[in-house]
Nanobody
Framework: QIQLVESGGGLAQTGDSLRLSCAAS????????VGWFRQAPENVREFVGA????????EYSDSVTGRFTIARDNAKNTVYLQMNSLKPEDTGVYYC?????????????????WGQGTQVTVSS
């Protein structure tokens, strides 16, 4: 069973960049579709983006398109979320999640394996 650990969160200012890492163990991340989600205080968990298991398909929410990028480093068994031009509304706990099926999914209910989350706080 795959385990996921997020890291790289922290405090940033508006316009800064952060790179989050999702390190996998107990399984190979390239065998999974991997999604990124975030949850702001008192808000529902929100889809950020995902990379499909096959086909090289990437998908992002409208709120982050053009600013965030997902990339795989299969040699390190890690999936990254590069966040540029950060805004205060990007603040939240960021999670990575995985599913075995290759089909892209935006809903968190389709992801079976989750990391513990990493906090991102963006100040004005």
């Amino acid at each position: 069973q795959i385990q996921l650990v997020e890291s790289g969160g922290g405090l940033a200012q508006t316009g800064d960049s952060l790179r989050l890492s999702c390190a996998a163990s107990g399984g190979t991340s390239s065998d999974y579709t991997v999604g990124w989600f975030r949850q702001a205080p008192e808000n529902v968990r929100e889809f950020v983006g995902a990379t499909a298991r096959t086909g090289g398909i990437l998908e992002y929410s409208d709120s982050v398109t053009g600013r965030f990028t997902i990339a795989r480093d299969n040699a390190k068994n890690t999936v990254y979320l590069q966040m540029n031009s950060l805004k205060p509304e990007d603040t939240g706990v960021y999670y990575c999640a995985a599913r075995r099926l290759p089909i892209m999914a935006r809903s968190d209910q389709y992801y079976d394996y989750w990391g513990q989350g990493t906090q991102v706080t963006v100040s004005s």
